[in-house]
């Protein structure tokens, strides 16, 4: 099983998930050979890097980007699929956090990221079974209710399209009598997260972009005013050099590896449902993660599977508890589909910071990290990719609507598991209690 921060690279294929069985197949690529040069060097082909060097080719800068394995391979090719707007604070929270106007900036940058993937989707023609019907976000319990009516009011008061959903009817609007209260974001929808990776590794290239994959990079160093990105086969030259691989890290810079902590989260996918068991879960096409302290995420995919994610975590290994939690939270939401049958399962890690925001470190003159979305990679990630590309292009990288600094160690990071098995114990105690 792969690990975050491990120095030893093994080539491992994409994981065996329900993405995986269904995306179109993935561009062709070589793996880097001899030396290439590149304006920008792009360290991770996943949602970051392929979206950077779209926008940058788009602009007229040259882009090479090197993945030591697939396409899509970690979180960007294994998440849940929801193309969620704004960030894991609340609006609010993001001001008081950061001040204004960056406060403000960065927020309504956050909401309006889903225009952005469903833009690329359509204008690059892009399979990957792209839905925007909204996404809801019930609340199991009273405390829980509280919080998404003072999030639903935040929004509303920024001019966003969101609703409070009457109580009379949830049970049918969800396909489950498991919670109080929920709100709904039309800004939302849902996708299949790798087959999204691919189209955007497709039209990059397609744009001139250079990607080679099965090319770990171990050794990076500075050349005067240029980079150099260098493994056992080849290397890349540039003058900006992009760290892209958020929770799994290269080991090269030590205070970037402490400034961030992987959670490993797992997803499920059903047999295909039965005319009517689907049609009783969301049925008007939303995606839907709610608010438990343990989050859980449901929806119905294009072939009338019910995938889910979350309700539980680790900081190590993939274990089947990760899987047994989540069948256990799936029957608790739909007793009513009796025993169905789970065809896939599998698990990545996200990358989660102190502040829970996306931050851009910066790790010398003209080598920057992108990294942090805290569980809403799809929205955030390309729009920090893109982001990224133009301010390379205007010479404003200094200028950022994101967080810029230098790497900030989380104090006790050795401690990192014990401090995540702590966490999700606790939430699951809270969970039961508020419940």
């Not at 290397?235 to 590896?257: D, E, W």
Request: proline share 5%.
């Amino acid at each position: 099983m792969e690990q975050p921060f491990n120095q030893q690279y093994q080539l491992a294929p994409v994981v065996n998930s329900l993405w995986a069985a269904t995306a179109p197949a993935p561009i062709e690529t070589d793996r880097l050979m001899g030396e290439e040069e590149a304006d920008v060097i792009i360290i991770g082909a996943g949602i970051v890097g392929l979206s950077m060097a779209l926008a940058l080719q788009e602009q007229g800068l040259k882009s090479v980007v090197v993945e030591a394995n697939e396409i899509g391979w970690g979180a960007s090719g294994r998440n849940n699929g929801q193309v969620i707007p704004g960030l894991k604070l609340d609006p609010d929270e993001v001001i008081k956090q950061l001040g204004e106007p960056s406060g403000s900036a960065l927020v309504a940058l956050s909401g309006r990221a889903p225009d952005l993937v469903f833009s690329l989707v359509e204008k690059h023609k892009i399979e990957c079974e792209a839905v925007r019907h909204g996404w809801i976000q019930p609340a199991p319990s009273k405390k829980a209710s509280a919080q998404i009516q003072r999030r639903y009011q935040q929004w509303k008061r920024l001019g966003a399209k969101v609703e409070m959903l009457p109580t009379k009817g949830l049970k049918e609007r969800l396909g489950t009598d498991w919670y109080q209260s929920a709100w709904l974001d039309h800004r939302g929808g849902s996708l299949n997260p790798l087959a999204y990776v691919r189209g955007l590794a497709k039209a990059a290239k397609s744009a001139g972009a250079r990607i080679f994959t099965q090319s770990p990079m171990d050794r990076f160093s500075q050349e005067g005013n240029a980079w150099l990105a260098a493994g056992k086969t080849g290397s890349v030259k540039g003058r900006y050099l992009m760290i892209c691989t958020n929770a799994y890290k290269q080991h090269f810079h030590p205070p970037l590896l402490r400034s961030i902590v992987p959670v490993r989260t797992a997803q499920i996918a059903s047999e295909v449902l039965t005319k009517n068991q689907w049609q009783a879960i969301l049925p008007a096409g939303e995606a839907a993660s709610d608010s438990s302290n343990l989050l859980t995420s449901f929806r119905i995919t294009q072939d009338k599977r019910l995938v889910m994610g979350g309700a539980y975590a680790t900081g190590g290994d993939e274990t089947e508890l990760l899987f047994e939690k989540l069948k256990a939270a799936a029957k608790n939401r739909f007793p009513w589909l009796g025993s169905i049958k789970w065809d896939y399962q599998w698990s990545g890690y996200l990358a989660i910071t102190d502040s829970h925001l996306p931050h851009i470190f910066k790790l010398g003159e003209g080598c920057y990290a992108p990294i942090g979305c805290n569980g809403r990679g799809i929205a955030m990630s390309t729009q920090l990719g893109t982001l990224l590309a133009n301010k390379i292009a205007n010479n404003a990288l200094e200028q950022s609507v994101v967080p810029l600094s230098g790497p900030q160690p989380i104090a006790f990071h050795g401690f990192r598991n014990i401090g995540i098995t702590t966490t999700v114990l606790w939430n699951q105690f809270l969970d039961k209690v508020e419940k």
